[in-house]
């Protein structure tokens, strides 16, 4: 079992950036695969970005990847830099990993989740 602690959150004016870090505690190999979701009431968990340790790739949303950025920091953490934050980026943002082989932005393969960050972007 693994503990993923987030951390970075807050409230910040449009236009204005953020970097989230998720740390993971407890066995390695249940971390190759590390990702960020967001979640706004009423709506279903989405996809951010994930990296895979395996062979060091990352990936992003299509609408978010110009302006978010996931990181690897070391074998148990990743950050996510958040740039030109817009008010529609409001959201709790979730880390989450597993430790398949493969992975994508689909929620239900992920079987470790943190709390959750809140981020809110509001002039």
């Known amino acids: 079992q693994i503990e993923l602690v987030e951390s970075g959150g807050g409230s910040v004016q449009p236009g204005r950036s953020l970097r989230l870090s998720c740390v993971a505690s407890g066995l390695p190999h249940d971390t190759n695969c590390m990702a960020w979701f967001r979640q706004v009431p009423g709506k279903e968990r989405g996809g951010v970005a994930y990296s895979l340790r395996r062979d060091g790739s990352l990936f992003h949303a299509d609408s978010l990847q110009r302006r978010f950025a996931i990181s690897r920091d070391n074998q148990t953490t990743v950050s996510l830099e958040m740039t030109g934050l817009r008010p529609e980026d409001t959201a709790v943002h979730y880390c989450?990993?597993?430790?398949?082989?493969?992975?994508?932005?689909?929620?239900?393969?992920?079987?470790?989740w943190g709390q959750g960050t809140q981020v809110t972007v509001s002039s």
């Open positions: 989450a990993a597993h430790g398949n082989r493969w992975c994508t932005l689909s929620a239900h393969e992920f079987a470790h």
